[in-house]
């Protein structure tokens, strides 16, 4: 039963271009996303995040969307640079549950940023 | 600064043997959760140590066993090895209350 669902499993855009990377879970109970980029190699490193009373949260380059009745949230990076090129992983959490130790993942979208 | 430190870096066990894997968390954090990550999917959290007790656990079986150390440094253990446990494994820490998980670079298991 895959709670969290990256649908796409790669995507590849131009320098400069946006980069939109979905996701969709299917727990009413998740309140908490996280997304984070893995390179090869190296473990998950934490992007962005957004708590479930927000529906945008703002960082830089990387915007993070959420549609709590669509259960879907999107992962927005404007310009794309190839340095971006990495696995992206959704992730999420029950905080208000208790379940603040568990992340469920995402199986993952592979970014590529031509140059 | 150093974030999370796991050994070793790779690692090689027979099938049916024991395997213990360390981590050490972030300066600062108390909290140490491991996850599974097989090739091509994304992390399975299997269980999380707070106060040298596990406070969550994953869907996976008894042969995975942790310990948490007074200085919040971690171990995770797998017991009779099977191929299928062949995997990244990944150490992360927070500080209790705080909901953003810093991970280690892993360790990667081959089961032969």
């Known amino acids: 039963d895959q709670q969290v669902k990256q649908n796409s499993p790669s995507l590849s855009v131009q320098e400069g271009r946006i980069s939109i990377l979905n996701c969709d879970y299917t727990n009413s109970m998740f309140d908490y996303f996280l997304w984070y980029k893995k390179y090869p190699a190296e473990g998950p490193t934490f992007l962005i995040s957004i708590s479930s009373i927000k529906d945008k949260n703002e960082d830089g380059r990387f915007t993070v969307f959420l549609n709590k009745s669509a259960k879907h949230l999107s992962l927005h990076i404007v310009p794309s640079q190839p340095g971006d090129s990495a696995v992206y992983f959704c992730?999420?959490?029950?905080?208000?549950?208790?379940?603040?130790?568990?992340?469920?993942f995402g199986q993952g979208t592979t970014l590529q940023v031509k140059p | 600064d150093a974030g999370v430190t796991q050994s070793p870096t790779h690692l090689i066990k027979t099938r049916g043997q024991q395997v213990t894997l360390r981590c050490s968390p972030k300066s600062g954090h108390d909290t140490v959760s491991w996850y599974q990550q097989a090739l091509g999917q994304g992390p399975q959290f299997i269980f999380q140590y707070y106060e040298e007790e596990e406070r969550q656990r994953g869907n996976f079986p008894d042969r995975f066993s942790g310990h948490q150390f007074p200085n919040y440094s971690s171990e995770l253990n797998v017991n009779a090895l099977l191929l299928g446990d062949s995997a990244l494994y990944l150490c992360a820490s927070r500080e209790t209350g705080t909901y953003g998980y810093t991970f280690g670079s892993g360790t990667r298991l081959t089961v032969v």
């Open positions: 992730a999420a959490s029950a905080i208000t549950g208790g379940n603040t130790g568990k992340l469920i």
